[in-house]
């Protein structure tokens, strides 16, 4: 694979840097004009701030801030109870074949949501606090029971059913009790992480987060930006005080995202990126399979997530709408390696990047761009 990002090469170390980032980082100081943290390749802003919210924001960012806060990503966290297609159809009730257990979804947007597992035998009860997911695909209620276990609910609302199924994965855990049976039981690291995802600013010695924290805003990118906002309303220089993920490169903006949509392997990790290569669930983290990809490999740091998506919007449903990123490299005659299509001139995506079934109920786009060899006519 081809070396992946631009700048000095690498010194000699006793403990190597990950070759894409010593390539890129080792040499210099700062990366797009600001300092790098090197032993987190996920926090890349320096400035120790304090969070100040995503409303601060809008003074300055008013356009930005409006279409940010409208997105998947600030919908990705939510209080269940608040969430409409969870509370719309309720109580409602599902047979779980696999238990024998009554499931019952019920409450109402000021009691909050509940989640009850009950047999003939004995019954369990868990409170569903936390609605995980935008609805752009589904979305999951993790809660606690009386005893304050974890637990993610064992039933989803699904946006390609309109309505609620089995979470994806429940059938791996085959409930024996009626506790069990509410969901899966999450552990405080595995909590931790999915706050850490879901949230900006999210601290992981509390037990929840704040409800100003819910949700991917503005600072879960961008970094703590207290320091900034005082220094624009002092009209102070504002270098060095916030972050712009958009000054990254390819594989380190990858590394960025890839924090919570998939840790991309490094280079010379070839077991991992065999390993990606033949499972069909890896689709689900277009992180990882982007390493896989020419594009990617061969255009020295070029390509990056922001090159097809709108950091602070959504991602378009219209697989034609990044034929003209296709095309900035591939039509005739604009870059040495990039050929042109010999079969089509539009919609690039549905044959180089086809949506997958990996999930029952959701479909995903394979971010290993290639020429995808399908059976049939």
């Not at 409602?92 to 499931?103: A, I, N, P």
């Not at 690039?348 to 999930?359: D, F, I, L, N």
Request: glycine content about 10%; overall charge negative.
């Amino acid at each position: 694979m081809q070396e992946r990002g631009t700048g000095a090469a690498p010194k000699p170390t006793v403990r190597p840097l990950p070759s894409a980032l010593a390539a890129m980082l080792l040499g210099a100081a700062t990366l797009g004009g600001q300092p790098v943290r090197l032993e987190d390749p996920v926090r890349f802003w320096t400035h120790e701030a304090a969070y100040s919210g995503a409303d601060s924001c809008e003074t300055c960012h008013p356009q930005i801030a409006a279409r940010q806060r409208a997105s998947n990503h600030a919908r990705s966290l939510r209080a269940a109870q608040a969430v409409p297609e969870l509370t719309a159809d309720l109580p409602l009730r599902r047979h779980d074949r696999v238990s024998g257990l009554e499931l019952t979804l019920s409450g109402d947007a000021r009691s909050g949501l509940r989640l009850t597992a009950g047999g003939t035998a004995e019954s369990s009860e868990a409170a569903l606090g936390w609605a995980f997911g935008s609805g752009i695909k589904g979305i999951t209620p993790v809660g606690r029971t009386a005893s304050g276990q974890w637990v993610e609910s064992r039933l989803t609302w699904y946006r390609s059913l309109g309505g609620i199924d089995f979470t994806t994965g429940a059938s791996k855990h085959d409930p024996e009790t009626a506790a069990e049976g509410l969901g899966r039981s999450l552990t405080e690291k595995q909590v931790a992480e999915c706050f850490g995802c879901h949230t900006t600013g999210f601290d992981s010695r509390s037990s929840e987060p704040q409800e100003d924290e819910t949700g991917v805003r503005c600072e879960r990118c961008h970094g703590p930006g207290r320091q900034h906002v005082e220094a624009a309303a002092a009209g102070r220089p504002l270098e060095g005080t916030i972050f712009n993920p958009g000054t990254l490169s390819g594989f380190p903006q990858t590394q960025l995202c890839g924090a919570c949509h998939g840790r991309p392997p490094e280079d010379n990790d070839f077991d991992l990126l065999a390993l990606l290569e033949r499972t069909p669930h890896s689709v689900r983290f277009p992180s990882q399979r982007i390493t896989l990809s020419r594009c990617f490999n061969e255009t020295f740091g070029e390509l990056a997530c922001t090159n097809c998506h709108d950091a602070h919007g959504d991602v378009s449903d219209e697989a034609a709408s990044f034929d003209g990123k296709c095309l900035a490299c591939h039509e005739a005659g604009r870059r040495e390696r990039g050929a042109a299509c010999s079969v089509a001139s539009s919609d690039c995506a549905s044959c180089h990047m086809p949506r997958e079934r990996v999930m029952r109920h959701s479909m995903f786009s394979d971010h290993w761009i290639r020429v995808v060899q399908k059976d049939g006519p």
